[in-house]
């Protein structure tokens, strides 16, 4: 039952009264409790001898590299869990980021199309109120009792609880290190089968979108232009626009001159492409965003821009720069806005 507008006031009040060092302080201490009764979760799951299906992932790839991928690894190293137990559920031909912790894998792409996907992906946001897997979704049990069919005794272990665990990071009530108690950062493979054809010169892979802090303006599309141009003349440079729309991240198109992305390529290997050729660039250069730290996980200089400085959450910025200095990566990764101001 959604609360009254009476009760919301006196929430808001109540905010007022309660200073925010005191509220931090509270929050914290009930993170911790859930903490560790999250820990005790794991440990039983851990203890059994069923095969433990983590996912489905259906989230942005930025969540998947910097939260999702750590805490699983964290996971499986913490408990003593064996690759074999763990099968990873997600989308795009992503076995590698989990390897060599998680021996299984399932391709949501061999059971959803891309249009499926995008409107369940649409009836989700709609459902949680935010692209977050923050609960559990019928059309996720189903999905996992698609893929995993042949799997005679599962149980899951589902997205949600890394967000209940990281929430109190996200809310700016604890730092970094909180993320890091139950995170493992390592640097990522990226595998794709067959031969790709790429430059046999260094290129720069790049990846504009729009999105809320880089909107579908007339300067930005300048911008990208601008600096696709600029980029070409020093070298070849690979796009990684799919044209799939996955999710709210709207690629901007194939510009002339740039090198577009394989049209070969099917769904259910898609971000194992797009990972490889970001492997083997020089640099990264493209849109501030979850896309712009997989390039720093594969030992690739990222360059990342944004136009609204409101349009992001510096908490992730901050964790992905915490995260790339545990890797001794921080270097790697360098977002600048598009205009500078006097």
């Not at 577009?260 to 490889?276: D, G, M, Y």
Request: proline share 6%; hydrophobic share 40%.
């Amino acid at each position: 039952m959604p609360p009254s507008a009476g009760s919301q006031a006196a929430d808001v009040k109540l905010r007022r009264l309660v200073p925010r060092v005191i509220r931090h302080s509270v929050s914290a201490q009930l993170a911790r409790v859930q903490a560790g009764r999250l820990d005790r979760d794991l440990a039983r799951l851990a203890a059994g001898t069923d095969t433990i299906v983590a996912g489905p992932w259906l989230g942005e790839v930025g969540f998947e590299l910097l939260y999702w991928v750590p805490f699983l690894r964290w996971f499986a190293g913490a408990f003593r869990v064996a690759p074999e137990r763990l099968l990873i559920v997600s989308r795009g031909g992503t076995s590698s980021w989990y390897q060599p912790f998680a021996a299984g894998y399932r391709e949501i792409f061999d059971y959803l199309t891309p249009e499926e996907f995008r409107r369940r992906h649409d009836q989700r946001v709609a459902a949680n109120g935010e692209q977050k897997q923050t609960r559990v979704l019928a059309f996720e049990h189903e999905l996992l009792r698609e893929l995993t069919q042949d799997v005679d005794r599962r149980t899951m272990l589902h997205p949600s609880s890394m967000y209940g665990l990281f929430n109190p990071y996200w809310w700016g009530h604890v730092d970094e290190a909180w993320v890091h108690r139950r995170a493992r950062y390592h640097a990522l493979p990226s595998q794709v089968k067959g031969a790709l054809d790429l430059p046999s010169q260094p290129y720069t892979a790049v990846k504009f979108y729009f999105n809320d802090c880089f909107p579908e303006t007339e300067r930005n599309r300048q911008f990208v232009h601008d600096t696709l141009a600029a980029l070409s003349a020093r070298g070849p440079v690979v796009s990684l626009a799919t044209g799939l729309r996955l999710d709210d991240h709207g690629d901007e198109g194939h510009v002339g001159g740039v090198i577009p992305f394989p049209a070969e390529i099917r769904p259910q290997e898609n971000l194992a492409v797009q990972a490889a050729i970001v492997a083997r660039a020089s640099a990264f250069v493209g849109t501030y965003g979850g896309f712009s730290y997989l390039a720093p996980f594969v030992g690739v200089r990222s360059t990342a821009y944004y136009d609204v400085p409101d349009g992001f959450s510096r908490r992730h910025l901050t964790m992905a720069r915490s995260a790339f200095r545990a890797m001794g990566r921080e270097s790697l990764l360098d977002v600048l806005p598009t205009r500078v101001t006097a």
